[in-house]
Nanobody, 127 residues
Framework: QVQLVESGGGLVQAGDSLRLSCAAS????????MGWFRQAPGKEREFVAHNSWIADSTYYADYTDSVKGRFTVSRDNAKNTLYLQMNSLKPEDTAVYYCAVSNSPRVDSDPRGYDYWGQGTQVTVSS
């Protein structure tokens, strides 16, 4: 049974940094796409970043425009863990952040491309 557990969320001030982790269990995902989504109160879930497998040890990352240059998605296949390094946080980054994994090696920002989801971790950025 696949399980995704996010951690690392919290309450921070604008300009601070956080690193989210997503520990996957039940199978390995080294050749599968993994991503981060977020959902703010009263809003729909939105794409944040994904990390897709291209070949061998090559991965491709993409981000929503609002986080480009501030967030970095990465993975540690030995630990079966996905990360999201978030720098220069803004109040508008406040949301519940979800980890997602696909059965496909490459997906884009469409949440329908992901097959497994974590329970989420709260990130709150105060001004």
């Amino acid at each position: 049974q696949v399980q995704l557990v996010e951690s690392g969320g919290g309450l921070v001030q604008a300009g601070d940094s956080l690193r989210l982790s997503c520990a996957a269990s039940g199978r390995t995902f080294s050749r599968k796409a993994m991503g981060w989504f977020r959902q703010a109160p009263g809003k729909e879930r939105e794409f944040v970043a994904h990390n897709s497998w291209i070949a061998d040890s090559t991965y491709y990352a993409d981000y929503t425009d609002s986080v480009k240059g501030r967030f970095t998605v990465s993975r540690d296949n030995a630990k079966n863990t996905l990360y999201l390094q978030m720098n220069s946080l803004k109040p508008e980054d406040t949301a519940v952040y979800y980890c997602a994994v696909s059965n496909s090696p490459r997906v884009d920002s469409d949440p329908r491309g992901y097959d497994y989801w974590g329970q989420g971790t709260q990130v709150t950025v105060s001004s």
